[in-house]
């Protein structure tokens, strides 16, 4: 047994520590995958915003190339005085971005200008005239292959200007033809047209060498901002990308983290109170099934007493050899209160029994409570007298009708007289008291003892538990009367309870619910005093 409760300790230090580390580990492993997945989020977001600047990147590198492509069908150099007109035709439509076109004779040495349209004439289209030949086209690459297509893309005194140009053989001769791309109407008209969504789900700005805005609004700092430069036509500007999602889902994943760790630290703490509640039941079961052997070990003492006494009583008797009336009738008179107390300590435990396993049969019936008293007072009266003991019954002249199990009310008062009796051997006196309150009937037993310790008050009402007053002077018991009280009292509708009586003692009170149809009874007849009671006998538990 002992090395039960040792081994069962042993176990309990280990499992309480083995469960807190596995609900740690549990919280720390919810963690590390939260943030994995966090992250893998955080990567794919950056993948998606970096795959939308790439797309919008060549969206404009697209259209400019589409220009430059409708351009260079329009170039023939056996027409070169209707060149200009033609594209000048088609110009507003098909290259709207570009407000000028110029061919350049590469063989001659001084590059003559071969053809020019603008589309804007004066002197702006000197200016663009100009700007081509002495700015632009110093800075051109024309080395070959001499059909490619290539782009000047040059700040020059804080414009951006922007050329698309290749080069074409006519004959054994090169030519230069190049397209001016009018830099403020890709910024104010194509822009728009190609970055302006709606699906709110990413903005775009585009910013020049220097990191200053030249088209969109400016990109908050938070959620990734990625950019990529274009690549082939204004490669001197970068178009950035925010997703503005990027914000909202962070959020999200943050208020779901905080879920998570609510959710985890719960059901760790739940755990953790499952596993207290356990040990605490154990511990509870534990102390339980000790107080139920030491209640069969008092219960098997009070059988063998009375019962060794009735025997060895009786074989006296029977041998013949006690001399005189008056001794045989004291033998007897000794049989018979023993035999009364032992089927009194068998109706109690049966009754214990019934109760313990939820089904005490009471046999409930409205009628009177006073009489019900005042019987098992009477049945307590000779020992008290024994004792020279005075039992004091006081009724209230009015009490009401009550639903009650009259055999269980007189076991309960037997059963509080009889401790009275057992732990207040100093007294001379107990009162028994039955008044009624609002909704109550109220039966008290008051004694002159020693008094109860404040911490017995509530724990004695338990099964099998013991009194200090019990073990410390050694009186005999099975520690199952206060509970049969507490039972009956409660399954009367009212409870049970001590409380220090004055100057000195206790008083046992327990409470009845009124019948709702309750009436005012008549007065009690109080039965004259008579040894026993069928069915109901004192739990007679003689002082050692
Ligand atoms: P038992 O008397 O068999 O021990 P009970 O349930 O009747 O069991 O009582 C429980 C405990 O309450 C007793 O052991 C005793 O310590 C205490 N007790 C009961 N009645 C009195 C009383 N009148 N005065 C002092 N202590 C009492």
Redesign the pocket.
Known sequence: MADRTKSERLLTFLLLPAIVIAVAALVGVMFRSSFQLEKLREQSVVEATLALANEKADRLDKRIIEQDNAVASLVDFRDREHFGAGWLKVAPIQTPTVTAVVVVDLGTPDRDVVAFASLSPGPEADRIRRLLIHVMLPEMRLDPPREELRHLHKSYREQSLLVSYWQRLHGTRPYLVAAWHDVPRIVHGLFPKLYSETDQQSRVNVVDSEGLIVWGPPLRAGGPTLGRQFETTLYKWRLNVAMTSADEIAAAVARRRVQEMVLVGLSGLVVIAGLIVVLVAAARERKLSALKSDFVANVSHELKTPLSLVRMFGELLQSGRVEGDEKRRQYLQIIVSESERLAALIENVLDFAKVERGKAAYEFSDGTIGDVVARAVEACRLRAERDHVTLDLKLAESLPIVRRDERAIEIAVI?LVD??L???PDGRLITIAVWATKNYVEIKVT?E?AG?AAD?RRR?FERF??????LDKQVR???????LVKHIAEAHGGRAWVEPAQPRG?S?IFTIKASPRSGEAPSIAIPTPRPTMSGVSPLV?ERK
């Open positions: 059963n401790n009275a057992k732990y207040a004694d003892g109860i017995d004695i538990v013991r009194g200090k007053s019990a018991g099975s520690g199952i009367g206060l509970a206790s046992f538990n």
